[in-house]
């Protein structure tokens, strides 16, 4: 990897995100991120969306989320499994907001023959609590059980990680998690639409 330069996606929609950086300070003070730590989560804020679709999700139906939390869009590439994750977010009165598609340059991870091998995958949403920052992977559990084993996909007591995302995350003082959707799910995700729709509704 020489030279990579990343651009956010701003044909897309990137939202400005300068009206909650001192939210996000605030949490960077909390967990005691040194200086090089904060820089680099502010890059993944900045190059948010990093992407534009990609071919893996050519055949999802995808689209944009008016974050009614982050007052902007967020973009999703599957219309179930990160629409859903998103509503979930956008409900969890623990979250202060969040952006979709973080470049996570210089991830590392071995061969089968043994050989490093240095990438930049984009994960898909970076959460921002009061006490935590954390970048999620959004995945289908049928997707995730057919990869189990390669490429530092596993699961343990029905948690499942990425142990090269897991270990880029925690050398920079962020957590990292696979998200999946309940199964089946379709009847979750009609009530989440509903609870989402009425979000911010009079009470009277």
Not at 94 to 120: A, K
């Amino acid at each position: 990897m020489k030279n990579q330069v990343l651009t956010p996606a701003v044909e897309i929609g990137a939202a400005h995100e300068s009206s909650w950086r001192g939210e996000r300070e605030a949490v960077y003070q909390r967990l005691a991120l040194t200086p090089v730590q904060q820089r680099t989560v502010e890059e993944l804020v900045r190059l948010s969306p990093a992407r534009k679709v990609g071919k893996g999700a050519l055949h999802n139906l995808r689209g944009r989320l008016p974050s009614k939390k982050c007052s902007a869009l967020r973009l999703f590439e599957s219309h179930t499994v990160e629409r859903l994750f998103f509503y979930e977010v956008e409900l969890d009165p623990r979250v202060i907001g969040y952006v979709t598609q973080v470049p996570l340059v210089g991830v590392e991870r071995r061969l089968p023959n043994g050989r490093r091998h240095v990438s930049t995958p984009t994960l898909d949403v970076l959460v921002f609590t009061q006490k935590s920052i954390t970048i999620v992977e959004c995945k289908d559990e049928d997707w995730l059980r057919k990869r189990e084993g390669t490429k530092g996909w596993s699961c343990l007591d029905g948690v499942w990680t990425c142990e090269p995302y897991a270990r880029w995350a925690t050398d920079r003082g962020l957590g990292f998690r696979v998200w999946h959707p309940p199964y089946p799910f379709a009847v979750y995700l009609r009530n989440m639409e509903l609870i989402y729709a009425r979000l911010g509704e009079s009470q009277e």
